[in-house]
């Protein structure tokens, strides 16, 4: 199947979803949770998109080797172009398509900026389990699937933190994946398997900056999930913000599959799902739409630099060396 056709298949499977939940759901009690809402908290949970931003791009100048010398403002504006690409890309591959720009602009080697960039959203991945796990504590449900889900989060969470904190765990990984890879993806593997190996070598040699990521990431995906329990205190619904821990991660990884059109769909109906016990589909559809404003605003906001990366040219080789700091 042609990338192009995938792309119209995501759409339409997106319309198709939202289709069945705005049958389903009152669009007139949808329009009134938008009305009765609370001005001054959805402002402010919209707002929070500025400082996700902001410490987003702050991680990437810390993670990466100081050898690339990414100042605060380049930094926030990949964090931008990225998030322009998440609006078209699935399972947020505009994060990836990230270390591309990185190496055009010779600020690294191809190998190491995939790896700077895939460490990124492995720290992403695990913060955001491990605040999962720790909500999904507080969340009582007698129903198998929850358990599954539960028990697949914690499995997640202990894995993730195996292949970022691990060498050896991190080599029998890419091991395993690459006996089972197709010939044609084998290559790309290595080379991101020896920056990789890179990045966890840097860790190692600065413990105290990798501890720093580390707190960062979970301070990150706190605030993440802390603006969506404000979009709920918006539309004047009452859920626990543990149970917000728990519960909101659930939505964000259904929509992270690479079934819909940036999540949408797929996210929308599992917030719906997941959050029946506290308020009704209307609520939910509403929450769902506050939901995706997490994506387009930043979005909107990187059209301006985005065009900067389309047309970037590699700096001189010898700008370009990484140093031996993390």
């Known amino acids: 199947m042609s990338p192009a ?12 979803i939202l289709a069945v939940i705005y049958w389903r759901v009152d669009l007139g ?3 009134a949770v938008f009305r009765a809402s609370r001005p001054g908290w959805l402002a402010v949970s919209l707002a929070m998109v500025v400082p996700l931003t902001l410490l987003t791009a702050h991680r990437l100048q810390v993670l990466a080797p100081r050898g690339a010398r990414i100042s605060l403002g380049e ?5 931008l172009a990225a998030s322009v690409l ?14 591309y ?15 700077l960039v895939v ?15 720790f909500g999904l504590l507080f969340v009582s449900r007698a129903d198998p699937l929850f358990w599954a889900l539960a028990a697949a989060i914690a499995g997640g969470t202990v894995l993730m933190l195996l292949v970022l904190g691990s060498p050896r765990f991190a080599a029998l990984a890419f091991r395993t994946v690459g006996a089972r890879a197709p010939a044609k993806a084998r290559g790309k593997l290595a080379a991101l398997r020896d920056g990789w190996e890179e990045m966890q070598r840097r860790a190692s040699r600065a413990p105290g900056r990798a501890a720093y990521v580390a707190l960062v990431s979970l301070v990150l995906w706190f605030m993440h999930l802390l603006q969506i329990w404000l979009f709920i205190v918006a539309l004047r619904a009452s859920v626990p913000l543990v149970a917000t821990l728990g519960l909101a991660p659930l939505a964000i990884l259904a929509g992270l599959l690479p079934l819909t059109f940036a999540g ?16 009704g589909p209307a609520t939910g559809a509403a929450l769902g739409l506050l939901a995706t404003m997490r994506y387009v605003m930043p979005a909107v906001a990187g059209l301006p630099v985005f065009h900067r990366y389309l047309t970037v040219r590699r700096e001189p080789a010898e700008q370009a060396a990484p140093s031996a700091g993390l």
């Open 5 to 16: 056709l995938k792309k119209w298949l995501s759409v339409a499977i997106s319309l198709a």
């Open 29 to 31: 009690a949808m329009g």
């Open 75 to 79: 930094a926030v504006s990949l964090t």
């Open 86 to 99: 998440n609006v078209v890309l699935p399972s947020k591959m505009g994060d990836v398509a990230k270390s």
């Open 101 to 115: 720009f990185i190496a055009e602009r010779g600020h690294v080697s191809g190998a190491l900026a995939l790896a």
């Open 119 to 133: 460490f990124e959203k492995g720290w992403d991945m695990l913060s955001l389990l491990a605040w999962c796990a």
């Open 264 to 279: 949408v769909g797929t996210r929308d109906a599992a917030l719906i799902f997941f959050f029946r016990d506290y308020f």
